[in-house]
């Protein structure tokens, strides 16, 4: 699956909706979805660990690795 970038996770989050993504501080992620994060979110997956688990990422809790 191509993603259009790739972000590390900068703090721990916990979803608080069901359409979002549980990850841990020092995760890879992969954006699927809106690349640009202009909502506040972006849409991808846990690229190492749960690849086929997807939900929306708040920007505000990674930083980008690869654009």
Do not use: H, Q, S
Not at 21 to 41: P, Q
Not at 43 to 62: A, M, S, V
């Amino acid at each position: 699956m191509p993603f259009k970038k790739i972000l590390r996770a900068a703090y721990d989050y916990e979803a608080a909706a069901e359409d979002e993504l549980n990850f841990n501080e020092g995760e890879i992620l992969g954006v699927i979805g809106d690349e640009d994060g202009e909502d506040g979110w972006y849409y991808g997956c846990k690229i190492l660990t749960e690849p086929e688990t997807n939900g929306f990422i708040p920007t505000t809790y990674c930083e980008e690795v690869i654009n």
